[in-house]
């Protein structure tokens, strides 16, 4: 099915919710709507236009338009097309100035021949996933010449014609891209917040007015914990924003009292009855419910049509006053108010980020050496609302007790609440932050492979990933161009990945699809 507004149709395939697992069709299951899907389509066909006319002399602020525009696209992200069309336009405005170019029709966005049309989807999808990072690190004034000029090699890479090997070559070029964008943001996040440090948080919302924020942008709860200073206003982070916890330049402030919620896909339930306003920073937002619409606040790329938005001046700043304002008129909770995690927890713990597990590698490598620790397992992505995610918890609770999970991302939330226990000094779960910290993980196995004297794939060591959305396809492009093999993936594979194209994915990386818990722990632990 080829793109867009045929009929009043949309076609989109992008995430792993998908209708029917091939394409939204009649409108987006997450809600997008066909006229969104259009300007989107529109906007990428700009972008793509706007590369191809810059080639290899690009300018910073086309660059960022470009950054601005993928991001805006990933799912869960921006439901506003007139917002969209305005970028559209500006992406135009700046390609006329630059010379013109040709653009091509957003019904050729997804069309032609099925592996061709699943490349080059799969590359747009993981440049929109790499926009989001190449974002938040540009907010915290960082950004690399070779990850900019990939942005432009890559969108212009989409409006030409590449054979099959081409385009495996772009993926894998774009992966170790993507990797220098990843180290980026860990050198903006750390450099601006400090290394993140084990942290327990609560689950209980304390008395008082409070203000719940979510999504990845640290550098927005950075304003906001600024502008809560003294104000008698507490703040509690809900789903990828759980690791904040753990920077000391964000735990400082104590008005930073815990965590709300679980992840992404709970919001409509979980902010129902909150007596506190959101602040939506990036994706994961589901179109709000009537009964919260009115404490919806969303900055930066996030929109939903008639919801407040926080712009950013000229300098950067953002004004959160009207949040504030809002959290004192409602309250918040009469008394201490205990929630808990997915499992009945009542605390999760996080913090374990790339340095703590560095300074700790002695002691871990020790561990192994001695038989305390048979395997590692990295159990992370994200969440989302298929019922056969349950896998991913069903699989951390059977883990062996000598066994180590680490995590990251929201997947998370379906066994970060569960007490597995310890080995030693170190707890059996060990969340080592959002998304964007699979470099940090990276690094990790890396350094072990090194302390082990061998490679990534020899240690004991077992990816098992969670898709949901863009940023989970750059992150496995990423792993796939380093060589990991044997890398787990579910709950379903990407519907963008043809036959011959999983085939490929199969037959040289080991790329295989979870079956049940059982299985798969008694086939990698058996090897
Ligand atoms: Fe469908 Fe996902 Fe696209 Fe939304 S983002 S329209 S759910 S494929």
């Known amino acids: 099915m080829d793109s867009t507004v045929k009929n009043g149709q949309m076609f989109c395939f992008q995430c792993q919710q998908t209708a029917m697992g091939t394409g939204c069709t009649v409108a987006g299951?997450?809600?997008?709507?066909?006229?969104?899907?259009?300007?989107?389509?529109?906007?990428?066909?700009?972008?793509?236009?706007?590369?191809?006319?810059?080639?290899?002399?690009?300018?910073?602020?086309?660059?960022?338009?470009?950054?601005?525009?993928?991001?805006?696209?990933?799912?869960?992200?921006?439901?506003?097309?007139?917002?969209?069309?305005v970028l559209a336009d500006k992406i135009k405005a700046k390609r006329l100035a630059l010379g013109g170019g040709e653009i091509m029709g957003p019904d050729r966005l997804?069309?032609?021949?099925?592996?061709?049309?699943?490349?080059?989807?799969?590359?747009?999808?993981?440049?929109?996933?790499?926009?989001?990072?190449?974002?938040?690190?540009?907010?915290?004034?960082?950004?690399?010449?070779?990850?900019?000029?990939?942005?432009?090699?890559?969108?212009?890479?989409?409006?030409?014609?590449?054979?099959?090997?081409?385009?495996?070559?772009?993926?894998?070029?774009?992966?170790?891209?993507?990797?220098?964008?990843?180290?980026?943001?860990?050198?903006?996040?750390?450099?601006?917040?400090?290394?993140?440090?084990p942290t327990q948080v609560s689950l209980t919302v304390e008395k008082g007015p409070f203000i719940v924020v979510t999504g990845h942008d640290l550098h927005d709860l950075q304003l906001l914990l600024e502008q809560t200073d003294g104000k008698g206003v507490n703040v509690y982070t809900h789903s990828e924003m759980l690791p904040a916890h753990g920077y000391p330049e964000l735990k400082k402030h104590p008005q930073l009292k815990g965590h709300y919620g679980t992840a992404w896909q709970n919001q409509q339930k979980e902010f129902e009855n909150l007596p506190a306003p959101i602040l939506w920073t990036t994706n994961c937002l589901m179109p709000p419910k009537e009964s919260y619409a009115d404490r919806v606040y969303t900055t930066a790329v996030v929109r939903h049509p008639g919801k407040q938005h926080i712009e950013a001046d000229a300098n950067g700043h953002k004004d959160f006053s009207k949040v504030i304002d809002h959290a004192i008129k409602l309250g918040g909770f009469a008394e201490d108010m205990p929630f808990t995690g997915g499992n009945g927890g009542t605390s999760m713990t996080t913090g374990f980020g790339r340095q703590t597990a560095l300074d700790n590698a002695p002691a871990i490598i020790d561990a192994v050496k001695a038989g305390a620790i048979r395997h590692f397992f990295l159990v992370g992505g994200c969440d989302g609302a298929h019922t056969s995610r349950s896998y991913y918890t069903d699989f951390v609770k059977q883990t062996p007790k000598d066994t180590v999970v680490l995590t990251l991302a929201c997947g998370k939330f379906r066994f970060n609440d569960l007490d597995l226990g310890a080995i030693g000094p170190f707890p059996r779960i060990l969340d080592m932050g959002q998304c964007n910290d699979a470099y940090g993980a990276i690094q990790v196995a890396i350094a072990l492979?090194?302390?082990?004297?061998?490679?990534?794939?020899?240690?004991?060591?077992?990816?098992?990933?969670?898709?949901?959305?863009?940023?989970?396809?750059?992150?496995?492009?990423?792993?796939?161009?380093?060589?990991?093999?044997?890398?787990?993936?579910?709950?379903?594979?990407?519907?963008?990945?043809?036959?011959?194209?999983?085939?490929?994915l199969v037959d040289k990386f080991g790329l295989r699809l979870i079956t049940t818990p059982e299985n798969d722990l008694a086939e990698i632990l058996g090897k």
Not at 77 to 85: L, M, N, P, R
Request: some cysteine; aromatic content about 8%.
């Open 29 to 85: 299951v997450c809600g997008k709507k066909p006229d969104v899907a259009h300007e989107q389509d529109v906007l990428t066909c700009e972008m793509i236009a706007l590369a191809a006319v810059m080639g290899n002399k690009y300018e910073n602020a086309a660059v960022d338009l470009i950054v601005d525009g993928l991001f805006t696209t990933v799912t869960n992200t921006s439901f506003d097309g007139e917002s969209v069309a």
């Open 110 to 197: 997804f069309h032609g021949n099925g592996d061709i049309r699943s490349l080059r989807s799969t590359l747009l999808f993981g440049l929109r996933g790499m926009a989001a990072y190449a974002h938040h690190a540009r907010i915290l004034g960082r950004r690399d010449a070779e990850v900019d000029g990939w942005f432009v090699k890559g969108m212009a890479a989409l409006g030409r014609e590449h054979t099959v090997d081409e385009w495996l070559g772009l993926l894998m070029e774009f992966g170790g891209a993507n990797l220098k964008c990843m180290a980026l943001l860990d050198e903006a996040n750390t450099g601006s917040y400090g290394d993140p440090v």
């Open 449 to 504: 492979a090194g302390a082990f004297q061998c490679g990534v794939n020899d240690l004991p060591l077992t990816l098992v990933l969670s898709w949901y959305e863009q940023k989970a396809v750059c992150i496995l492009l990423t792993l796939l161009s380093l060589g990991i093999q044997n890398i787990y993936i579910g709950p379903s594979l990407p519907a963008f990945f043809s036959e011959a194209v999983l085939n490929v």
